[in-house]
């Protein structure tokens, strides 16, 4: 039979280990994790407190509440679009996820495999994730300052290559109401108005992008907006920069966060 002294000892002991087990399982002393920290291959382009790796007109652009903020006002409004461009790479084959945010005015988008122009400061050249607050074009594929439209919501599309004697001739000749005259539409994805029930307005939205050689699909909230299969050689890009955008027109306020990528092996 244990004394009185050695129970006290023993039930102290189990008291303590009690509150050491008690202790670390304790939520608020395990050190939380992100989505940026997700082990799904993504790994974050943006900080949530710096523009680190980002490079952009400071007027237009900066960090607020954590997340990267491109505002229009009255007093500074554009002549140009301007982007803040990621200066961490030129992928080629990646996925890009990040969530934003627009006002019901703002004009935005996500440009992928562009390049910079040097007669312009922050400006892009090349593919685009439309974005804007009335969702109009919002998922749509647009080229900046290139071919201009390549897919509508709800387009599945192959762009065709240029004949001999398109080639020879400018882009403008190609174009027609902003749309790029060389496309097929393949496919439906949807009713616009379907597709659209799935956007938030003055809230939080997903984009999923992911571009694997000359395929490349745009989803917002996990619903596929648009897929384009860019088979002009002539024009189509395979790698470059990527930045996102606020666009000439009224005073607006775009938001973008947990901004992720994942490149995909060859």
Not at 141 to 149: A, F, L
Not at 233 to 252: A, Y
Request: hydrophobic share 30%; with cysteine.
């Amino acid at each position: 039979m244990l004394s009185v002294k050695t129970t006290s000892i023993v039930v102290y002991i189990l008291l303590l280990v009690g509150f050491i087990a008690c202790k670390n399982n304790n939520p608020t002393n395990t050190k939380s994790v992100g989505p940026s920290s997700k082990n799904d291959g993504f790994i974050s382009i943006f900080d949530g407190e710096t523009l680190n790796d980002w490079k952009g007109n400071p007027t237009y652009w900066s960090v607020e509440n954590g997340n990267l903020t491109g505002i229009i006002t009255p007093e500074t409004l554009l002549s140009k679009n301007t982007f803040i461009i990621w200066r961490g790479g030129e992928p080629s084959n990646f996925e890009l996820k990040l969530e934003y945010r627009i006002s019901e005015d703002g004009n935005s988008g996500i440009n992928y495999r562009s390049e910079t122009i040097d007669t312009i400061p922050y400006a892009l050249r090349g593919y685009q994730a439309d974005i804007d607050g009335k969702n109009n074009y919002t998922g749509q594929n647009y080229e900046e300052r290139k071919r201009t439209t390549l897919a509508y919501q709800g387009e599945k599309v192959n762009v065709n290559p240029l004949s001999n004697s398109e080639t020879k001739s400018s882009l403008a000749a190609n174009i027609q109401k902003n749309c790029w005259q060389n496309r097929e539409v393949t496919e439906s994805l949807g009713s616009k108005e379907s597709l659209l029930a799935h956007i938030k307005k003055d809230d939080w939205n997903q984009v999923h992008l992911i571009v694997n050689d000359n395929r490349m699909k745009h989803y917002v909230n996990g619903v596929l907006m648009s897929d384009v299969t860019d088979n002009d050689t002539t024009n189509r890009t395979m790698s470059g920069k990527i930045g996102v955008q606020v666009h000439v027109g009224p005073p607006m306020k775009v938001e973008f966060r947990d901004i992720r990528l994942k490149e995909i092996a060859d």
